[in-house]
């Protein structure tokens, strides 16, 4: 079974830019989540979706991040206007049942 | 608040060493308890979980973690650790069906 695909794998932008992460959950599975992972630190859930609906955004800091999944299967991740402190690795992760999460291999953005 | 902690930032050890890392978590209620593995270059894979039962859980690789609800412990170990072990190992806890809290990792060299 194919994994947890995630796009691009490395991102270097300068602060106040945008930039977008994607997300391509396994096939079939209803949950998908989106993590910060700061150097250093383990990963923090920023967002959590059933099909497309939102569960949990408590901790997305909705002033500069969006996120959305569309048809419930393919999910986007974006940043506006971004800042130093958003340096760190974006998982996405899906599961059929909530309690296992299969992760993907992240995305590394670094802000200049 | 949930929260998880990892007794240890970093452990070096030689390789047939045994392992120990200690993992606390903070919530009341019923858990489901998780270690994560992610090595070098590689994305977070699932060691071993636990959700009730048998408080000894068995994972991949030899891996085995034992919950001791009195102590709200979940610690890994391992009876002879190899090279290929060398990674970053994170703990994590969710009240079924809700986020998943992680620890902060704890990082395993292993000298062969």
């Known amino acids: 079974e194919a994994g947890v695909a995630q796009s691009p794998r490395y991102k270097i932008i300068e602060k106040r830019q945008s930039v977008a992460f994607w997300c391509n959950p396994i096939?079939?599975?209803?949950?998908l989540y989106w993590y910060q992972q700061i150097l250093g630190q383990g990963p923090k859930l920023l967002i959590q979706?059933?099909?497309?609906?939102?569960?949990?955004d408590s901790q997305l800091p909705k002033d500069r991040f969006s996120a959305e999944r569309l048809k419930g299967v393919d999910s986007t991740l974006k940043i506006q206007p971004a800042k130093l402190e958003d340096s760190a690795v974006y998982l996405c992760a899906s599961s059929l049942v909530s309690n296992e999460q299969y992760f993907g291999p992240g995305t590394r953005l670094t802000v200049t | 608040a949930q929260s998880v902690s990892q007794h240890n930032h970093h452990v070096i050890l030689s390789e047939a060493a045994s392992l120990e890392l200690g993992c606390n978590y903070s919530y009341g209620g019923t858990v489901n308890l998780f270690w994560y593995v992610q090595y070098p270059g590689q994305h977070l894979q699932l060691l071993l979980k636990?959700?009730?039962?048998?408080?000894l859980v068995k994972g991949i690789k030899g891996f085995e973690a034992e919950f001791i609800k009195s102590k709200f412990s979940f610690n890994l170990r391992k009876p002879s650790v190899q090279w290929s072990d060398t990674a970053e190992y994170f703990c994590a806890v969710n009240n079924q069906g809700g986020k998943l809290i992680f620890g902060q990792g704890t990082e395993l060299s292993v000298k062969p």
């Open positions: 096939s079939g599975h209803a949950t």
């Open positions: 636990y959700f009730s039962g048998d408080p």
């Open positions: 979706f059933q099909n497309n609906g939102v569960v949990d």
